[in-house]
């Protein structure tokens, strides 16, 4: 069991070393994907989908980094990884008129505020138990404008060429 933990930790320090890294390229071909999946070319949705899963997994994973022997900071870095995780995969479902799309949506919405409110009330007390980092502050103000505003706002829906729709 210690092993394992380990391991996850080594592999959150690494993904969190390189975030900007796989998470630029990874948003580029994310917004490249869009533009075939509107003119009706169906594998670019399975793109869209494979793409959002891979940053969904660097998220979470991510959310394991080691911390200076505190449980809170642990705890709070963990449930960070998850909220951009399920945001991500709720903005793709989303895009892709999949099921589920409010579920992950409302979720990841609810630990976001939750996040934000104990990271400003711990701030205003000068208690520094759960330090968030800016570049995490950031992404999830990000994510929480765009969870709002997927919530709120249907994508609309793709051309459909039935003559070519396999490629």
């Known amino acids: 069991m210690k092993n394992s933990n380990h391991q996850l930790e080594a592999i959150g320090l690494r993904l969190h070393k390189r975030i900007f890294v796989y998470e630029a390229i990874l ?8 533009f075939p999946y ?3 070319k169906l ?3 399975t793109l869209i989908l494979a793409i959002t899963l891979i940053l969904a997994i660097i998220y979470f994973f991510r959310g394991f980094r080691p911390c200076e022997n505190n449980k809170d900071l642990m705890l ?12 991500i995969l709720g903005i793709a ?4 008129y999949m099921q589920s799309d409010l579920l992950f ?13 104990i990271h400003f009330i711990d701030v205003k007390k000068q208690n520094q138990k759960i330090r ?5 502050l950031i992404r999830l103000s990000i994510l929480l404008v765009l969870t709002v505003i997927f919530m709120v ?6 051309r459909l060429f039935y003559g070519e729709m396999i490629l």
């Open 105 to 117: 949506l409302g979720i990841s919405g609810f630990i976001i505020v939750s996040l934000l409110i």
């Open 43 to 45: 594998w670019a949705g």
């Open 38 to 40: 509107y003119i009706g």
């Open 153 to 158: 706002w249907w994508p609309p829906l793709p």
């Open 27 to 34: 948003l580029i071909l994310f917004i490249g994907s869009l």
């Open 76 to 87: 709070y870095q963990k449930f960070t990884g998850l909220a951009e995780a399920m945001a």
């Open 93 to 96: 479902s989303r895009i892709l």
């Open 132 to 136: 968030l980092e800016r570049q995490d």
